[in-house]
């Protein structure tokens, strides 16, 4: 018989940036524990091809194209998933893009707003909208931002990726302390190297893959999968006492 606190039937996660990548691993396993799941994301045929993998497993699921970085449009799409789905459980802040430039130095202004832009103030505006719906409910719910290992290692010509990711860390710490009255949790995921879309260009560069991987001690790089169990741990009964961590989820790779 399974863990019984791990079901999720009833439950209700968003999963911002949850058409790809880790935000559908993530998606994906919240669907098969019972979850309802509404993925946000900016293109609307990739939604479709993610509601069509999810609702496979028997869930309900809805799908909104939502810009995080437009605060507007991130009030409506959770205004529309509350009313499309009830409610919503747990709250998976994961929409990001990447930034690399040739030198800090080079780096424009611009390139700089723009990783902050989605990456930082998305979160913000998705955060907020769910520790307000959280708050008045009354009933508590799960925070959950997916930080990067850029948090904690220097990520040469990636400062302002790094940046976004070392904020969304101080940011789920404060959350914690601040909503932990009202019996909502936040934590923090910081992925490894893992296999998605944005990622796969440097991790199969020959030279990048020689140079890397052999620091990674289970000699692989992660899939969006692997983050699904802790995606399911952190929305569930389960983790009904975690919060305000640092959850690291890279093959060893930053003990190593």
């Not at 309900?60 to 959770?78: S, W």
């Not at 070392?166 to 995921?189: D, F, H, K, P």
């Amino acid at each position: 018989m399974a863990y019984p606190a791990f079901d999720l039937t009833g439950k209700v996660a968003l999963v911002t940036g949850g058409n790809s990548g880790i935000g559908l691993g993530m998606a994906d396993a919240l669907a098969q524990a019972g979850a309802g799941v509404c993925v946000w994301g900016t293109s609307a045929e990739k939604n479709a091809a993610a509601a069509d993998q999810l609702a496979a497993h028997g869930t309900t699921v809805h799908t909104v194209v939502c810009d995080v970085g437009d605060e507007d449009a991130v009030e409506r799409g959770f205004a529309e998933t509350v009313e499309r789905l009830g409610r919503v459980d747990a709250c998976f802040a994961n929409a990001g893009v990447a930034g690399m430039v040739s030198s800090f130095v080079e780096m424009s202004t611009e390139e700089w707003r723009r990783v902050m832009r989605v990456n930082l103030d998305g979160a913000f505006f998705t955060l907020r909208a769910a520790a307000r719906h959280m708050t008045e409910r009354g009933d508590g719910g799960s925070l959950v931002v997916t930080s990067s290992l850029a948090a904690i290692e220097g990520q040469p010509r990636g400062e302002h990726y790094a940046a976004t990711k070392g904020a969304l860390v101080s940011m789920t710490r404060a959350l914690a302390v601040e909503l932990a009255r009202v019996g909502v949790r936040a934590n923090a995921v910081l992925p490894g190297w893992i296999e998605t879309p944005m990622a796969d260009p440097l991790l199969n560069w020959d030279r990048f893959r020689e140079r890397v991987l052999p620091r990674v001690p289970l000699r692989r790089w992660g899939e969006p999968g692997d983050l699904g169990g802790i995606a399911v741990y952190l929305a569930s009964d389960a983790s009904s006492y975690h919060t305000g961590d640092l959850i690291l989820i890279d093959g060893g790779y930053s003990i190593f």
